[in-house]
């Protein structure tokens, strides 16, 4: 069962990619750490991507922006264990993908992408972004990352098991950013193979191996590591 929702993921990393927009947000009562909000495509109102945001905003702190991967299962509520860590270095914004959690509309990655361009204006979100993509939310974020705008707000990025990162698909204008690349030794769904892609699309890249982990969730299963790992990044 658990091979095969992670198995999931890869067959909707490839999703078709559809619509793009703008809203306004609305607050609603949090489930949980940080609190809980919606903001709406202008363009479709059928559309409202919930999101759970925490931590403390600084013009020198960093914003991380959370992108899951495709498998139902996952939501804004996925990367609840490392709240507490993000909420120490800076502020944070965990995304339920359009489809997932509590969003409204059916699963798009193109007003995704739109959605997550969005949250950025009306946050005012201008510089220090450092972005937490796993597996399908990878493709999703190199698409966001083509809009230059977004692309020079970007400190570092961090990325798990990404699908459809590579040469082809990495804009030249993130091509020097920081990136923390994590993989797990026996990943049954995107091999650990493909991390020599990736790694090779970027100029500054720390790779880390989950050694012994069978799994395409390694830092859920080893969140002290990955923990550890960030914390080291950041602070470089």
């Given at each position: ?11 909707l990393?490839?999703?078709?990619l ?33 999101y ?30 490392h ?11 965990a995304?339920?993908c ?44 190199m ?22 990162v ?9 091509k ?61």
């Amino acid at each position: 069962m658990a091979r095969a929702a992670e198995l999931g993921e890869f067959i909707l990393a490839c999703v078709n990619l559809s619509a793009a927009n703008t809203g306004d947000s609305k607050y609603i009562s949090p489930p949980g750490t940080g609190r809980s909000a919606m903001l709406s495509l202008t363009s479709d109102g059928s559309y409202s991507m919930r999101y759970i945001t925490g931590g403390t905003a600084g013009s020198t702190k960093p914003t991380f922006i959370l992108i899951h991967g495709a498998s139902q299962r996952q939501n804004a509520e996925y990367w609840e264990p490392h709240f507490q860590l993000l909420s120490s270095f800076g502020q944070f914004y965990a995304l339920d993908c359009f489809g997932h959690g509590s969003s409204t509309g059916s699963p798009s990655g193109e007003k995704d992408v739109a959605a997550i361009k969005q949250l950025i204006s009306e946050q005012g979100i201008n510089d220090h972004i450092v972005f937490i993509a796993r597996s399908a939310g990878g493709t999703k974020l190199m698409r966001v990352l083509q809009d230059e705008e977004v692309a020079a707000k970007v400190d570092r990025l961090i990325l798990i098991a990404p699908a459809s990162v590579g040469p082809k698909t990495v804009p030249a204008t993130v091509k020097g950013k920081k990136v923390l690349l994590f993989w797990a030794e026996k990943d049954p769904v995107i091999s650990e193979q493909n991390a020599d892609l990736v790694a090779s699309s970027f100029d500054d890249v720390t790779r880390y191996t989950f050694q012994g982990i069978e799994s395409h969730i390694p830092e859920k299963l080893a969140p002290e590591r990955f923990h550890e790992q960030i914390s080291k990044f950041l602070s470089q």
